[in-house]
């Protein structure tokens, strides 16, 4: 093993013991398997001890995210106006980059042309 798998191995064991006193025991060996590779009663036990534990998943936690945009938009707060306008929220700079909220450059406008000689 290399010492970038070690640290895997060793972060997983973290994840799983901290995760050991939140669900019932056993629940943390799926976490060493592909879902793919799970039968459909495990995965059914899964889901029914996330929602037993109150843990929210892919659909709710999109849902709160956009309700929270939504109403930083409403009491028309800072960061709710810059959603609005497509910028940055978190304070990065806007002079120069910020590209993927501003979009792709503006064509440059042409100035007027001077008189050449005839």
Known sequence: MSLDSNLFVKGMTDLSTALQGKFEA????????????LPDDQISAIRDALLKNGVKTEGDLRKE???????L?????????????????RGQRTHTNARTRKGPRRAAI?????????
Do not use: C, Q
């Open 110 to 118: 042409a100035g007027k042309k001077k008189p050449g000689k005839k």
């Open 26 to 37: 056993g629940f943390t060996d799926y976490l060493w398997k592909i879902v793919k590779d």
């Open 73 to 89: 938009i409403e009491i028309k707060s800072y960061r709710g106006m810059r959603h609005l306008a497509g910028l940055p929220v």
């Open 65 to 71: 995210v956009t309700l929270n945009i939504k109403r």
